[in-house]
């Protein structure tokens, strides 16, 4: 592909994973990483030689303007992954989620239409729909925030988006419903769950396990941005990337248990809770979307998908030198 593109956050979970494959599909790639002192990569510093030589890395911050636009010259294609995003943190430091959500992306979109980006992909979440008022939940189902993290993603969504009806910039907003798999933060239930079964634990410290989330494992995701790359034509659109299956927190233990071949029994952390009114109890995506106008569909749907991806994540956790990077004692913010 001749155009290159930024991703930003690909430092990050799902943004090294997506940076590392457009580079196996042939894309050129600039690698938007935090700037720190360390010189680190995030987890693109474990990415095979090949794939970390096939990258351009740009060190900055989505808060900073000037290095926003410095980093998207000469780029074609943006895929914004850049946020801050757990939950707890935010109800902690709410004004860091709209620097970064709102105003982060906001640079982004100033520069993409300042500088004629072909198209800009934005990043949602789930989160902001807040509690299914109806299942499956379908693009048009109301935005609810129920957290500082969602109301912040609610508004970068909101700016994008008006972005492209008030100037006609080409921005694509997908919305991942609860991805997982390797390199997942420790803030996230499954790893918090994988980091402590797999380090000898039995008693599994946890907050509510009764509200249903849809997972969707991480290549599914991968795979849904760069079908909105590679189709086009989807300027305006919101899409929803999901699997379409529902299962509550406290089944996706037993199936973790399954696969690691654990004993596990869960003990309320009153810490890990969620104020009750921010509690997002119930997720189910309707992907009929994303089939329809990207040609995407998850690889690992349903039950039997589901089982696929916790075991791929959990060979990914039983190597030493990946579990290191996890500490079953300490709850992650």
Request: aromatic share 8%; proline share 5%.
């Amino acid at each position: 592909m001749s155009a290159r593109v930024l991703v930003t956050g690909a430092d990050g979970f799902i943004g090294s994973h997506l940076a590392e494959e457009l580079v196996r599909r042939g894309f050129s790639v600039r690698a938007f990483v935090m700037y720190n002192s360390f010189n680190s990569l995030g987890w693109l510093d474990h990415s095979p030689a090949d794939i970390r030589g096939a990258l351009e890395f740009f060190a900055g911050d989505v808060r900073d303007p000037n290095g926003v636009r410095t980093a998207m010259r000469g780029c074609g294609v943006v895929l914004h992954l850049a946020a801050l995003i757990g939950i707890p943190y935010s109800y902690h430091s709410p004004d860091t989620y709209v620097d970064t959500n709102i105003k982060g992306t906001l640079n982004i979109l100033q520069a993409a239409r300042d500088l004629g980006v072909g198209l800009v992909v934005h990043t949602s979440t789930s989160e902001v729909y807040g509690t299914a008022r109806f299942v499956p939940i379908t693009e048009e189902h109301p935005l609810h925030g129920q957290s500082p993290y969602s109301a912040s993603k609610i508004g970068a969504d909101q700016i994008a988006i008006s972005f492209h009806r008030s100037f006609g910039t080409p921005v694509t907003v997908l919305r991942p419903f609860n991805t997982y798999g390797p390199r997942q933060s420790a803030r996230a239930v499954i790893p918090t769950i994988m980091a402590q079964a797999l380090t000898g634990k039995r008693r599994i410290k946890l907050g509510a396990v009764h509200p249903t989330r849809d997972f969707s494992f991480v290549k599914d995701t991968v795979n849904g941005f760069i079908a909105a790359v590679e189709r086009g034509g989807c300027a305006g659109e919101v899409i929803n990337l999901g699997t379409g299956h529902e299962i509550t927190i406290k089944d996706t233990v037993s199936l973790i248990a399954d696969v690691t071949g654990s004993e596990i029994d869960i003990v309320a952390d009153e810490q890990r809770l969620r104020p009750a009114a921010s509690e997002v109890e119930r997720l189910c995506a309707d992907n009929s979307k994303a089939r329809r106008l990207l040609g995407w569909s998850p690889a690992y749907a349903g039950r039997e998908g589901l089982v696929r991806g916790l075991t791929e994540t959990v060979e990914w956790f039983r190597n030493p030198a990946n579990l290191r990077f996890y500490n079953p004692e300490a709850y992650n913010l």
